[in-house]
Every structure is written in structure tokens, then in C-alpha cells.
């Protein structure tokens, strides 16, 4: 979807070196929140699209403002609340309780931290490049102009534009359709290099070469 | 309330109110805790594996592998996953290695434009700067101005690669070995990899030893 999330280009940002941006999180809280996402995923406690197309539903104005592991916070919450693992009101009962000073309940299971750390070191390798692939190396190809309402893997800043296929990634399903639950048949993913001009026009900048991994439904050739 | 993790909750290492986002993720927490859906074992047990065990100091030693042995670096190149395996790494996030090396003429930068994407089993959790609107809007637009602002300068002649991880690889910088480090052994290179460095927002540089 064209939400926020996709920022790849846009101005009024600021500073990226920033006192503090060298840490990965700053709070407790942070790191717990993460852990949970995962274990909402690997325990199967939610529903509906994963963590990443649901934080990209965030309300525009809500996601700029929410840190990043706030925005994890909200993707668990709406998962689990899809699934009906937890219901409307509980997260803000359990708030009002500990605000009352009630202790925080704990729950050891040695097995669920044994699936979490083997679920951690598991791969999921995409499928080999096909010999059937419609574009190889050297290749120029153009992004397809599109205005996708929900999850997609492919920017608005390379819409429209032409880059040369460096390789074949390999093969797998199109998140578009994947993310949504549906099983469409895998897909070659290119490497595909664009020139700076070409995505941006002239710049102040030397150009330079922007790279991205593009699933075969968004390129026709050019 | 021994567990020391409690503690943190409890304000011991932040002297101040929680905020109402801190609330929430502590009920949260407690919340499935309650109910037996998450340990809380679990959970300790992510923190402390990237806190710990997953973070740069693993890609600093596949970096070092690569700047000592030529045919480990050929391996890196061409089967990533199967060379950061042979020193112990993988896992979530790493699925899809794919390692690119700087030359004299050419200077990678890994960015997701779309979220966050980081090769977590080399480089561990991301920093907040690579999470950041300013870099991901940026890095694509401007790549010279954001390397300034981490006080790297590159030649105008050097072709900057920037690699925006849309799709399912993840990528690691394979940086030059800097000049002036002849004698060092395989510990003492990984020492000056830097995080950055494999982000490419940085160059190793001898003698500056990489801030853990």
C-alpha cells in the first residue's frame, strides 16, 4: 500500500546521525516487546497478515509518531486481537491493574523458550532461480506503474522507472498475495539496478546506483 | 518480583514514571503471561540471544575471515549462507545472504527504504539511526549527504551501490581491510570491523578498534 512506510525518496526528515541513534533500543520495554512479536508469530497467537503488513496499516499520522518497537507493540496487539487471543479492553485492564500496583504475573515454560531459540536459528531460503525465468542478466526492465492497496514489496520511487537486471535472486511467492494468506505459485526475483538520473533526475550528487530486489510481476520489459 | 528484569519494570534502572507506551507493553506482557500464552523464560531467552550472542561482533569475524583467507572469501561471495554457517551463524532474518564487497572504485550501502530489514544473525538488531524516517527517506536520494554526516567522505569517482532490501535477501558490506594492518592477526582485524562498516555508512579503519 502507499502508505508512510514507504519513504524511499521523501523530504523534511532531518538528521539521521543523531545523540542516542547508535543503540539499537533505549528502554526494557523495547527488546521484551520484539521478543513478544515473535512469539505471537511462532506460537501461532494471531491473526491476519504478520507483523509487517500490519504496522503499515497504522494510522499515517500515528505511525511517524510511534518509535519502532512501538509500532511492533501495535502489530502484536492487532494480531492477537484478530485471532481473538485477547479481546478489546483486556490490555488496558491489565494496565489499569498495574498502575494500581499489582504485580506483573509471570509464566515459565523452558519448552517455549527451546521452540523460540530453535524457531531463531531456522532458515527459510528462497527457491532456486528457475531456468525458465522471463528476464536474465543484462536485461532492462521496467517497473510497472501500480497503486497496490495492500502489502507490497515494491516502492513508488522505482515505478515507472527502467534499470538493467543484475541477476536472478531466486524464486518465491509474491508477498502481495502471500502476506494475505493465498499460495500463488513461486516467482522469479531479480536484482535490479537503476541509475540515480533515472529514478531522481539531476542531483548535486555524483550519480550513483540504487539497487533493489523486484519480484517478476512488477517488471515488463523496456 | 526477584527476577532482575522485573526490576527494570519496576523503574530501578529508569528513575522516572512509565510512559504510557512502557504501560502498555508491560500489560501486554503480563497479560498473555497470565494466561500461560508467552513465558516469560521465552522472552528473557530472546533478549539476552541478541543482546549476547547476535550483533556485530559476528560479522566482524566473517569480515576478518575473508580479509585473511582468499578462499574463504570466495565462498562468502558466492555461497554467503554457506560461509557465515561455517562460523556458526544463521537464523531469522538471514535466510537470504547476500555479501557485497567494497573495491578501490566502488562503496556499498545496505538500506529497506519499506521497514528495517538488517541481516540480524551478522549484525544483530538494528541501530536506531538504520530504523530512522531520515535514512530510510534519504539514504536512496542523497547517499553522499548521509555518508557526510557520518563523517564519511568518498571520491566523486567512486561508484556508490545503494542496496534497498525490498525483497527477502539481506544484505552485509564486505569492507575493504584498511591500509596499515599488515600485522595484525584474525582477532585483531575483526577488533576494527565496525558496525557500520558492514552497513557501509563507515570504513574500518587501523588501529580504531570497532565500540561494542
Known amino acids: 500500500m502507499d502508505g508512510v512506510h514507504d519513504m524511499g525518496g521523501m523530504h523534511g526528515f532531518g538528521a539521521v546521525v543523531e545523540p542516542g541513534s547508535e543503540v539499537p533500543y533505549h528502554e526494557r520495554w ?60 483486556d490490555v488496558e485492564a491489565m494496565m489499569a491493574r498495574l498502575e494500581a500496583g499489582a504485580t506483573p504475573p509471570q509464566h515459565r515454560d523452558p519448552g517455549m523458550a527451546e ?3 530453535a524457531g531463531l536459528a531456522s532458515e527459510y531460503p528462497m527457491d532456486p532461480p528457475p531456468p525458465d525465468a522471463h528476464f536474465g542478466p543484462g536485461d532492462r526492465v521496467r517497473v510497472k506503474r501500480m497503486r497496490p492497496a495492500g502489502h507490497t514489496r ?13 541477476r536472478v535472486q531466486g524464486a518465491d511467492r509474491l508477498p502481495d498475495r502471500a502476506v494475505y494468506g493465498e499460495e500463488p505459485p513461486a516467482e522469479p526475483v531479480y536484482s535490479v ?25 512488477y517488471l515488463e520489459p523496456a | 518480583m526477584s527476577d532482575a528484569h522485573e526490576h527494570h519494570h519496576d523503574g530501578h534502572h529508569h528513575p522516572r514514571p512509565a510512559s504510557e507506551v512502557e504501560l502498555r507493553a508491560r500489560a501486554l506482557e ?26 556485530p561482533q559476528n560479522g566482524a569475524q566473517v569480515v576478518a575471515g575473508a580479509w585473511v583467507d ?23 532474518e538471514g535466510d537470504n545472504m547476500v555479501v557485497v564487497a567494497n573495491t578501490a572504485d566502488v ?38 549527504a548521509v555518508l557526510r554526516e557520518f563523517g564519511l567522505e568518498l571520491r566523486d569517482d567512486v561508484e556508490i551501490r545503494v542496496w534497498d532490501s525490498s525483497g527477502e535477501v539481506r544484505y552485509l558490506v564486505l569492507p575493504m581491510r ?35
Open chain 1, 30 to 89: 523495547e527488546p521484551r516487546i520484539f521478543a513478544i512479536q515473535m512469539l505471537v508469530g511462532l506460537e501461532g497467537l494471531g491473526a491476519g497478515p504478520g507483523g509487517r503488513p500490519t504496522r503499515e496499516e497504522m494510522d499515517p499520522v500515528q505511525y511517524l509518531a510511534a518509535s519502532y518497537y512501538e509500532r511492533w507493540l501495535y502489530s502484536a496487539e492487532q494480531r492477537l486481537l484478530r485471532k481473538g487471543t485477547i479481546a478489546p479492553g
Open chain 1, 115 to 117: 521452540r523460540m531459540r
Open chain 1, 154 to 166: 515494491c516502492p513508488r520511487y522505482v515505478r515507472g522507472v527502467a534499470g538493467v537486471v543484475e
Open chain 1, 193 to 217: 539496478a537503476f541509475r540515480s538520473e533515472d529514478l531522481l533526475g539531476p542531483s548535486e550528487e555524483p550519480g550513483w546506483t540504487v539497487l533493489l530486489d523486484l519480484w517478476d510481476s
Open chain 2, 30 to 55: 503480563a497479560l498473555l503471561a497470565e494466561r500461560g500464552l508467552v513465558s516469560t523464560d521465552a522472552i528473557d531467552a530472546v533478549v539476552e540471544l541478541y543482546e549476547h550472542d547476535v550483533g
Open chain 2, 70 to 92: 582468499d578462499a574463504y572469501r570466495e565462498r562468502l561471495l558466492s555461497r554467503p549462507n554457506e560461509a557465515i554457517a561455517e562460523l556458526g551463524f544463521g537464523g531469522a
Open chain 2, 107 to 144: 562503496h556499498n550501502v545496505i538500506v529497506c527504504t519499506l521497514c528495517s530489514c538488517y541481516p540480524w544473525p551478522v549484525l544483530g538488531l538494528p541501530p536506531s539511526w538504520y530504523k530512522s524516517s531520515p535514512y530510510r527517506a534519504r539514504v536512496v536520494a542523497e547517499p553522499r
Open chain 2, 178 to 212: 584498511p591500509a596499515g594492518t599488515d600485522g595484525y592477526g584474525e582477532d585483531e582485524l575483526a577488533a576494527i570491523v565496525t558496525r557500520n562498516s558492514m552497513i557501509g555508512t563507515a570504513v574500518p579503519v587501523a588501529g580504531e578498534a570497532a565500540v561494542a
